[in-house]
Every structure is written in structure tokens, then in C-alpha cells.
């Protein structure tokens, strides 16, 4: 299975099981989408006598020819129509260990985003809380104890907003520590904030004791206090972009994001992921928003040729400031061709459900953060002797591009690994049937992120 695409003055061929990219020519493009959609093998003398005469008020028949050698051994090298080898592998998750774990530390928060799928911290149960200490404690059990032989573990405080609870935070954090001389484990923490009680000390701490740090704004001032305003309806950009610059400049531009969400109210995104890197930020992730068609915010399928130039008039500037030295990351452009990910992740993407679980302030535990108050996909607690839902977990753990039909020829499924899982349950109620609008948005950053690949490699 192979895709092509022209982006500017690239032509580029992916061939999709792989993952081998090549940067063609025109020629050797026009060749190659000839013998793909034709069915014809570059290997067979055939194949070269029906390229010449389909290319002959073209091109130079010895150049057409010279093509059809280059692309069958290509081929012969498994470089191109590769056989898919990754099938077999699908059911590896079946009894992975736990791995991580997203820690619900507040059901709270002090902004009132208009787009949060977390029901401005309260996810749909009509009530506010925060996490005890005791809770976190035992939810640090249950990884250790769900973990196997896996030493690296990973913990996200996540909210609502995790520092209305921050004594819990680090009481947990200290706990944990505990926990690795014990049991010979290393835990890193993620801390998830919009940074309205983000503060020296506080800043202190979890540079000392995190990993990683993820900045919550969504771009330009008018943008950023539209949707996220506090209960009186005041925007919060001029409070969190000092505080934010100083946080990433003391973590010396690594190991954290600065994470927005687009709406339909900015579907020219591109001068907020630009304005976020004008600001200093060199690690940037603007992702799409996710949600019914019910409201006023939300992406729609006649938005998606907007969207895409925006993806394009992003990855432009994202290569020409690379080039000049001034560049950024943009979560969305960043693949790895030489290694990447492990093949597990490849067919299932985040393993939420068996891989990874989310636990709520009352020890309610969920396959992921997105899942917590729905109570369809509650897998038990922490406070039950019992085992966790196995029912639920197989399926999760059985959910991957094989068991989509959506995923089957797709050429972007080893990138995107399917999609997210909980967007397809709660969106479409099948974790086996990705959400259209999302799958389309995915294989235009796929195709930017090869282009890009392929610009910076000048």
C-alpha cells in the first residue's frame, strides 16, 4: 500500500507498512501512481512497456524506463507495497501491565472554558471535589502493583485544575518516591494547568519533581479570553503568559508544551500556533476541538478545506523558520522515520483501558481522562477488593486499526494508531469506528509532517 502527494514543490511517496518515505521527481511520481493504479508490478517486463507508451508525449522513454528500474528495486527491497507484517502483533496488549495513569486531583477548576469536554472540571456529575491524599496513595498502589516487571512509570495530575489541590499533589508525589526504593520503580509526573494559581513555589516544586509541564492557552489574546474566561467572564491571557515564559525559560525550552485547543471561532489557527512561538515558546501542540455539531464552536466537514490551508500555511513557516534558526516543535509535524514508536503503540495508540487508566477523586477508575463520568465505561475502584471490569479491559486491549474497517486503507493508521478511542466511543458509540472529522484532519498533518521531513532534509 503506497500514498502520494504534491505539497509545494515536493513530490512525495509513502509507502505505508514500511513506513519507508521517498522524495521524487515528477516523473518518477507520475510513474509510480500509473503502476499503483493500474495494478501492475514494476518488476514485470510488462510494466515497463505499458509505463513507456502511457508516458510517450511526456517523457523520454529511456528516462520512463530508468524509472521503472529504480521503483522495482525499490520494491524488490521492500521500500515500496511492502506486505503488512504488523497483523500478528494486535493481540500483544491482551495482558500488557499498567503503565500509566491519569490522576483526577480536582473536579474543580477556576476558568469556565466553553469548549471543556470536562464540564468545567465537574465531568458531568453535577458536583465539585478534589482528590484526598489517601486516594492518590492507594491509585500509586495499584499502579505498582498492575505494573509488572515495567519499571518507568507515568503519572499525569490532571484536572479541572490539579493546583487547586496542590498539597495533595505533592503529598502524593512524596508518597510515590517512597514507593520506587521499594519496589524498584521510577515514576514521572505530568502536571496539566492554566496556570491562574501558578506560582514561584509552586513552580519551584514541580520543576524539582516533573518531567514534563503542560501549559494550558489557546493563542492570541481576542482568541485565548473568548473560550477561556473565568466564572466572571474576565480572560486570563494577561495573567498566564508572563508566568507561562518565565516556566518555560526555567525548564530551558524542553519538557514542557504550551497546549491550545481551535475552534470555529479561529479556524485560521495558524497565526495562534505562530503567536504562541512569537512569544518565546519553542515547544507548541494547537489541537482541534472535539464535540457534537450542536454547537456554535464546533468543526465542521465544511470547514476541513479552511483547515487545511492553515495546516499548509502553518508547515511553511513552521520549515522557513527552522531553516533561518529560529524554529519551534509543533506536536502535530514531529515524526520519527528513523525509529518511532514501539509496534504496540503503532496498531493501538495509547492503550487506554489496559495500558492506561484514569482514577476520578472518588477512586473511580476509567480507561482514560475523556471516559471519567460516564458511567458505561466505569472498570470499578479502587476501594473494591475486586478485580477491575476484565470484560471491559479485553476490550480495549482488543481495539486497534485492525479491529476499524474505517482504518483498513488508510495510509495515515501507523501515524494516528487509529485514532482516539474515547472520541469514537463518545462521539460515535463504537470504539471501532473513528471520528470522520478527526481522521481527516490526521492525514493532512500527516502529509505536512512528511513534507516538512522532506523540506528540512535539504
Known sequence: ????????????????????????????????NFLNVKGLDPEDAAARFKAIGEFRREYDADDVSEAVDDIAELKKNDMLWAEDDFEYNKELKRNAPVKAMCLHISHDCNLRCKYCFADEGQYHTGCRELMSAETGKRAMDYLVRNSGKRRNLEVDFFGGEPLMNFDAVKEIVEYAHELEKQHDKVFRFTITTNGILLDDDKLDYINRNMSNIVLSIDGRKEVNDRVRCRADGTGCYDKIVPIFQKTAESRNQDNYYVRGTFTRYNLDFANDVLHLADLGFKQISVEPVVCGEETDYSLREEDLPRIFDEYETLVREYVRRKKEGSGFNFFHFMVDLDEGPCIIKRLSGCGCGCEYVAVAPNGDVYPCHQFVGTEEYKMGSLYDDGELDRDL??????????????????????????????????????????????????????????????????
Do not use: Q
Open 1 to 32: 500500500m503506497i500514498h502520494t502527494f504534491k505539497m509545494f514543490d515536493k513530490y512525495i511517496v509513502l509507502d505505508v507498512n514500511s513506513g519507508c518515505v521517498h522524495e521524487v521527481d515528477k516523473l518518477c511520481y507520475d510513474v509510480i
Open 393 to 458: 479491559r479485553n476490550k480495549f486491549a482488543d481495539c486497534n486499526i485492525y479491529s476499524k474497517p474505517d482504518c483498513k486503507e488508510c495510509f495515515a493508521k501507523f501515524f494516528c494508531s487509529g485514532g482516539c478511542v474515547a472520541n469514537a466511543c463518545l462521539i460515535n458509540g463504537s470504539m471501532n469506528k473513528p471520528h470522520k472529522l478527526s481522521c481527516e484532519m490526521m492525514r493532512k498533518r500527516v502529509e505536512c509532517s512528511l513534507y516538512a521531513k522532506a523540506a528540512l532534509a535539504e
